[in-house]
């Protein structure tokens, strides 16, 4: 896959500037005047269900958990006022992460490897906040007011496509669009770029962190990228330069440098992350124990250690391991035990751990997704089925959970609910003829009228949203 380079903040930025100030905006005022916060939110989606359906995502629970828990506690020290987000995980390793209107937050599994810290990490993700709460893209249209859709639509059609890996073509629909506001395009986001720093500092402060962390992070950045003709994605789309340093520098030792710069949880889903890009197992397990040899203190070594050895069939020395670290009570720990139950094929022991671990969490989606993978391990579909029904009413937007509903459902003989299954993940990849094809076979089913009107009512649901990307589209 070729670099994510835009998002629909690029769009934004490609619009004509706004007039600067160092006071925050009214929100909801002039920006709110073409773009409602609702527009936003639907607009957001629609390119959601895009992006989707182009690019590889990551779908490890632990790791889609953190990034939300992570990112919904940012937010409620934040300025953003709705907080109705939705995540996108990318299986890329390139450094990026990304806001996109309407709650939309991006993140590549690069990230992990490039912050080397939680407050790192948190520190790009604060500013990807403040671009949301400051509302940029609706202040873009704002500054351009004659902005028309077929416009939005063009340049929508150049983002999905450069995210996608059409690379230059990508790139050459948004020139081709609007070249004339090239030089307008820098100014806005060096402006955006600056609110979003000074916003997002603030925010990383009040949310407990060091907020000298972020530019830690951009001067690491900087120094590592300097002569590289191909910088990471991240650094196209937000340039780290000298006096941006400096400002952020600045900023930070105005604010308390008490707050936290790490966490156990964040160094293990670093770990999960290395093992997610290094297809070797034994590379990987080099790798761990050679820091174990150094720090043997290092939990985060230890676990990864750990899992390496699992996939590669070292169950014995991955056990030995695992004792090491369960003596310090961890819901990861617990979880990399019951995988390890698994991979030994003592499926009851498993089973009755992670039923442990839900009786204490039980909404904590990785043990429920444990639970899941256990019960089709033991051939109870039905409760299986059951499971994930529950799943997919907590996490109704997650293509990954609706495949997997429409899997089980397809065992269990559940015909029409495969059809249903089947729709709301072709919808949240943006496959909109399939999910309303998926909708016409289960109301040829459907043996009452009570059911044949919901499928109906989701019929006309899909309708609207289809049509709402056909105009951003065309």
Not at 68 to 84: I, N, P
Not at 408 to 418: A, D, K, M, S
Request: aromatic share 6%.
């Amino acid at each position: 896959m070729k670099p994510l380079r835009f998002t629909l903040l690029a769009m934004a930025c490609l619009l004509a500037p706004v007039a600067y100030t160092q006071d925050l905006p009214s929100l909801g005022d002039a920006s709110s005047g073409i773009v409602s916060p609702e527009f936003e939110h639907a607009l957001g989606r629609a390119w959601l269900s895009l992006l989707r359906g182009q690019v590889p995502q990551i779908s490890d629970p632990l790791l889609k958990e953190y990034v939300e828990r992570s990112v919904y506690k940012l937010a409620e020290t934040s300025q953003v006022q709705d907080r109705r987000l939705e995540f996108i995980l990318v299986e890329s390793p390139q450094l990026n992460a990304f806001a996109a209107p309407g709650g939309i937050i991006g993140v590549n599994g690069g990230l992990f490897l490039q912050a080397q810290t939680e407050a790192e990490y948190a520190s790009v993700m604060a500013h990807e906040l403040a671009h949301l709460s400051q509302r940029h893209f609706a202040r873009g249209l704002e500054a351009q007011r004659r902005m028309q859709l077929p416009l939005m639509g063009a340049l929508l059609a150049g983002v999905v496509a450069a995210a996608a890996g059409a690379g230059d073509a990508g790139i050459a629909a948004i020139a081709s669009t609007q070249a004339a506001a090239i030089q307008a395009q820098r100014r806005f986001s060096r402006q955006n770029e600056e609110e979003a720093d000074r916003v997002g500092m603030q925010n990383l402060a009040r949310a407990g962190y060091n907020p000298r962390a972020m530019p830690q992070m951009f001067e690491r950045l900087m120094r590592q990228y300097r002569f590289d003709q191909r910088p990471p994605e991240f650094l196209l789309t937000h340039p780290v330069t000298e006096s941006r340093v400096a400002d952020t520098r600045g900023r930070a030792e105005q604010l308390s440098d008490t707050g936290r710069a790490d966490s156990l949880d964040y160094q293990l889903m670093r770990a999960r992350t290395h093992l997610l890009f290094e297809t070797t197992p034994g590379m990987s397990i080099k790798q761990f124990r050679a820091q174990l040899d150094k720090n043997p203190e290092l939990a985060a070594a230890r676990y990864g250690l750990a899992l390496a050895q699992m996939k590669a069939g070292q169950l014995q020395p991955a056990r030995e391991q695992l004792d090491v670290l369960l003596k310090n009570p961890n819901p990861i720990y617990s979880l990399a035990e019951i995988e390890w139950l698994q991979y030994a094929n003592r499926i009851p022991e498993a089973k009755e751990k992670v039923n442990a671990l839900l009786a204490k969490s039980p909404r904590y989606y990785p043990a429920q997704q444990s639970l899941i993978d256990i019960l089709i391990k033991q051939n109870n579909l039905t409760e299986a089925e059951h499971q994930l029904d529950i799943l997919a009413a907590q996490r109704s937007q997650d293509p990954d959970i609706w495949y997997q509903v429409a899997e089980i459902r397809g065992l269990t003989g559940n015909i029409i609910g495969l059809h249903r299954a089947r729709a709301e993940y072709f919808a949240l990849v943006g496959d909109y003829s399939q999910a309303l094809e998926q909708i016409s076979l289960a109301k040829r089913l459907a043996g009452n009228f009570q059911m044949a009107a919901r499928l109906d009512a989701r019929y006309q649901e899909l309708l609207k949203e289809q049509s709402m990307v056909k105009e951003m589209l065309n």
